[in-house]
């Protein structure tokens, strides 16, 4: 059932910043600010947040008696998506019959008679404490999803939760920068304990900065306007002193932050998403779909490139090219992790298990190192969750994605496209960064990654302003023969 919101009609839903809705951007820009929130009381105080925000929004719109209907429309595959996964733990910790255990987990059942069990009847999961506590953050995550979309009601409110991302990633970027001076590898780690987490953090607000930016450029003129020299230099000059001056400013430091991580697959990722979506621009039709991408990113990133050379992006270069696959402790652990998906093929070990079960199948390498995480996401969710929990989360990003994309090729309005760009750049480099380490271990991270999506398919269906529509058609970016044809799909 889909929570029940204010519809855009409504005057109290257009306002920018009710008070529920502040309190929602000061938890997320507090987040990341713990170690990334990868302490107990660090996540347990984000899902109590969560959960609070979640019975006082639903209390209030249930008592105004408003539902969108248009809410529960686009969202309805989602939301059983999200609810089927976000239960599975709680499936997976719930104690079964020995016969019932047997049938669906069978090592399982032989594990815990070969330990000593007194009764070999039990839950599937492995250690059913640690799956009660994946199943209380998997619901907190699904609550800021679903928070996300039922308060982000107006272009204005999405407009404040972008922000509010980007303000985020540039104070964990100048805090990072500041604090580099004291590590003699110009190291960025930012308020986490591993830069790579900062890297998959920033993997995040950079697109979407990013996506502020297409939604605050200009459209390019036409070839008959002319222009003086000085009305070049007037107008450079107001753009550098204005929003879109310092926002420049704010994605060069962040992008510098992430250099200096020196995290491979966190820059590799985020450059590979980059491309990809940019080049997915040039599916969409006219002339206006290829300007605002490729006028942006190119330039910024070359000037992040000169940038970082000159801070010691040396160090980052260094480390790719002594990169050595074989050597790499990472994936000797994901081939092992393998074994275990073998065993616990279907419903895996347990979500928040692999810690528990990894040292079996480790060898003689567990007496030296403890390992907690894969190293590898996707390998982690396969050992914990088996095929049926993987399949169900792959379900629900590759459903997000193709609506979001849908989105992106449709909208004209430039904000709207922003948006969906950074979403898809953003969600797409951390889920490849997640073949390399575990970000989405990192309460923080999980939760900046949810309401990045979410963020993305509000846009794709949230009413345009009249006046940004306007603004593009008058700007002659667009041909009388394409505004006929009906490519809008504005609501």
């Known amino acids: ?39 107990p009381w660090a996540w347990g105080a984000l899902e109590i947040g969560v959960f609070l925000l979640f019975g006082l929004g639903y209390w209030r719109a249930a008592r105004m008696e408003s539902i969108d209907d248009a809410f529960a429309t686009h969202y309805r595959m989602p939301a059983l998506l999200w609810l089927l996964w976000s239960l599975y733990p709680l499936a997976q910790a719930t104690p079964l019959p020995e016969p019932l255990l047997g049938l669906l987990s069978r090592s399982t059942l032989e ?50 939760l972008m922000l509010t991302v980007v303000g985020s990633g540039v104070f964990q970027a100048l805090y990072g920068l500041l604090m580099v001076r004291n590590d003699p590898n110009w190291t960025v780690s930012g308020t986490y304990v591993n830069r790579n987490h900062l890297a998959g953090l920033l993997e995040m607000t950079i697109p979407m900065g990013i996506g502020l930016m297409i939604g605050w450029m200009k459209s390019r003129r036409s070839a ?79 000037i992040s490139v000169m940038i970082g050379a000159w801070y010691g992006l040396g160090h980052l270069t260094g480390r790719l090219l002594q990169t050595n696959l074989h050597g790499e402790g990472r994936l000797m652990i994901s081939l092992r992790s393998l074994a275990i998906v073998k065993d616990y093929y279907w419903f895996g070990s347990g979500a928040g298990t692999f810690g528990w079960i990894y040292p079996r199948y480790a060898g003689e390498e567990s007496a030296v190192t403890f390992l907690d995480h894969a190293h590898n996401d996707h390998v982690e969710i396969l050992v914990e969750q088996g095929v049926v929990g993987y399949g169900l989360l792959a379900g629900i990003l590759i459903y997000c994605w193709i609506f979001i994309l849908q989105g992106y090729m449709r909208r004209r309005d430039p904000f709207m496209r922003g948006v969906t760009f950074g979403s898809l750049v953003a969600t797409l480099a951390l889920s490849l960064h997640a073949l390399f380490d575990f970000n989405f271990q990192i309460p923080a991270n999980a939760l900046y990654f949810v309401v990045v999506l979410a963020m993305g398919m509000r846009a794709s269906v949230l009413p345009a302003r009249r006046s940004a529509l306007s603004a593009y058609y008058n700007t002659g970016a667009i041909s009388r023969s394409a505004r006929q044809g009906g490519t809008d799909n504005e609501h």
């Open 1 to 39: 059932m889909a929570m029940p919101v204010r519809t855009e009609d409504d005057p109290e839903a257009a306002e920018c910043c009710p008070l529920l809705f502040q309190v929602f951007l000061a938890l997320v820009f507090l987040a990341p600010l713990p170690l990334g929130g990868n302490r």
């Open 111 to 160: 594990l815990r008679v070969l330990t000593g069990w007194e009764d070999p009847s039990g839950p599937i999961s492995l250690d059913r404490h640690e799956t009660l506590q994946a199943w209380l953050k998997g619901m907190a995550y699904c609550g800021a999803f679903w928070l996300t979309l039922a308060w982000t009601t107006s272009q204005q409110r999405l407009k404040w």
């Open 224 to 302: 008959n306007d002319e222009k003086r020299l000085l009305d070049w230099i007037a107008e450079w000059l107001r753009t550098a002193s204005g929003r879109r001056g310092i926002l420049s400013v704010v994605l060069v430091v962040m992008l510098l932050a992430l250099f200096l991580t020196q995290s491979r697959a966190g820059n590799a990722c985020l450059l590979l998403a980059l491309v990809v979506v940019t080049l997915l621009a040039r599916w969409r039709e006219g002339e206006f779909s290829l300007s605002r991408e490729k006028r942006l990113v190119a330039p910024l990133l070359a």
